[in-house]
């Protein structure tokens, strides 16, 4: 990885109009050409103020990824497995997103019911956490995932950064030609020849101009849910009082609600991961009404998501019993589980029609085959049973049964070397709501990975990317392509 500590003194209203993104600091609203110096410069006007500043460009690289999550480790194994450069900028303090700093217990379907489909990075990883005793019944235990991710990518020889977090971008003609990032030694550039936007929200490809949807058709998002751990369960005593049901910690949510036990009340409940000792992890209530590009409504969903919490102990506690008598709450994540924000425009956008049809695409870089899960929007009990509806009936697949997925939603709209991986690629909102989880992260993210190391290599527009070249890498790399013609 080459260091660079040249500066970059770029008038940025040339290129990109300014846009609120949220990463929780303000976005830069301009780099201009006539600063002085690294000193910044404010000049007021009616709608806020002018910024300025020159910044040192402290990387050069092959390819820059926004974000560490699922999508983003994918995107950087695949990369440098193919010779690119990598440098990779995570906002948090570890990676794995949603299933580490979010707390989400569980890898989703790896499969269609009679084969993996998250093959390549997806399938080496896991097998990597059973080596390293990370699972546990399906669940597994956050911080040997986070030890494994963190090997993973050393091994790998990518360079990365945590608490390095995307706030703005410099474009031109068409391209990105820098990224700029806050981290706690300051704001200062990296230049790469190729983009990859794995932050989940889409930050970096808002930043450079490409269009994006959020929610239905009135706006209106999946809740999110901030979830937790839990400790002082008598699973034994639990499970001798419920032989025969796997998840009943549901069945006294409505009695309870009518007991004003809850504020809010919700009758989804997915339940308790079980693990040794007494512990669980659960992914438990929502937090409605949420949008995860927001700083101030997330501010409030995390006040209402740990006051909930007190509310769940009581419930489990009162209501259960059943060896729960004794649980008490050890923390809630320190990430909200956000489920949707924006969607980036891409060269296409798969729909419910392409779900419906089991859609096979001649730029497929891989096959999914989650459920549509779009949690219920309020909580009431009518939007319970439409999520109930959708998720084990009206969209489900048999077994055998997937969707392809085309390299064409993962390039962003009208830029030539920007792609989008994980939950943000181009789709409407039902095909999120089964390409979001993790297995289907691993596919997106490699299958963006390979292209950008491709672009870089070739120096060539990422919408012009040789597809069979890249479905016969990613083949190589391991990837599920029944339908590729290599």
């Not at 991710?149 to 031109?172: C, H, K, N, P, W």
């Not at 995860?292 to 997330?298: H, I």
């Not at 039902?430 to 297995?439: F, H, L």
Request: neutral net charge.
């Amino acid at each position: 990885m080459k260091k660079q500590m040249t500066s970059l003194n770029i008038d940025r209203r040339a290129f990109i109009k300014s846009a609120m993104f949220a990463t929780g600091f303000a976005p830069m609203a301009r780099i201009l050409a006539d600063s002085p110096s690294n000193a910044a410069r404010g000049d007021s006007c009616a709608s806020g103020i002018a910024y300025s500043r020159t910044l040192p460009v402290k990387v050069e690289t092959d390819v820059f990824i926004a974000g560490g999550g699922s999508a983003g480790v994918a995107a950087a194994v695949a990369a440098r497995s193919a010779g690119a450069r990598v440098f990779l900028a995570e906002g948090f303090t570890c990676f794995g997103g949603m299933g580490t700093a979010a707390r989400v217990p569980v890898f989703m379907q790896w499969g269609d019911g009679t084969r993996d489909l998250a093959c390549g990075f997806g399938t080496r990883f896991r097998e990597r956490l059973q080596k390293a005793g990370a699972m546990n019944n399906g669940a597994f235990w956050f911080e040997d995932v986070k030890r494994e991710y963190d090997a993973v990518m050393v091994e790998s020889g990518t360079d990365f950064l945590f608490q390095t977090r995307v706030i703005d971008v410099v474009a031109e003609d068409g391209a990105v030609k820098y990224a700029i990032v806050a981290a706690p030694g300051g704001i200062w550039a990296v230049k790469a020849k190729v983009f990859i936007d794995a932050t989940g929200n889409g930050d970096l490809a808002v930043q450079a101009g490409v269009p994006f949807a959020k929610g239905d058709a009135t706006g209106h998002m999946m809740p999110a849910s901030l979830l937790s751990a839990w400790s002082g369960i008598d699973w034994e005593r639990w499970t001798k009082e419920h032989p025969k049901v796997s998840q009943p910690f549901g069945a006294e949510l409505a009695r309870a609600a009518a007991d004003g036990v809850f504020k809010e009340p919700d009758l989804h409940m997915t339940g308790l991961y079980r693990f040794p000792n007494g512990y669980a992890t659960a992914n438990i209530g929502h937090v409605f009404n949420l949008d995860g590009t927001d700083e101030r409504s997330l501010t409030k969903g995390y006040v209402r998501g740990r006051e909930s919490m007190k509310e769940y102990e009581r419930y489990f506690r009162e209501y259960l019993k059943c060896g729960l008598e004794n649980v008490r709450l050890v923390e809630t994540a320190a990430m909200m589980g956000v489920r949707e924000t924006r969607r980036i425009a891409g060269d296409y956008e798969m729909t419910l029609d392409d779900y419906m049809k089991r859609a096979v695409f001649p730029d497929e870089i891989g096959r999914y085959a989650y459920p549509i899960d779009i949690h219920p929007s309020s909580a009431d009990k009518a939007a319970y049973e439409k999520h109930r509806e959708e998720f084990d009936r009206l969209y489900k697949y048999k077994n055998g049964e997937s969707y392809g997925i085309p390299y064409r939603i993962l390039c962003a709209k009208d830029v030539k070397n920007l792609l989008v991986a994980g939950r943000c690629v181009s789709t409407d909102q039902k095909v999120q709501a089964s390409i979001r989880v993790m297995p289907a992260c691993y596919i997106t993210g490699q299958a963006a990975g390979m292209a950008a190391a491709m672009a870089a290599d070739g120096a060539c527009d990422i919408h012009a990317i040789d597809v069979k070249a890249l479905q016969k890498k990613l083949k190589d790399f391991g990837a599920y392509l029944p339908n590729a013609e290599v």
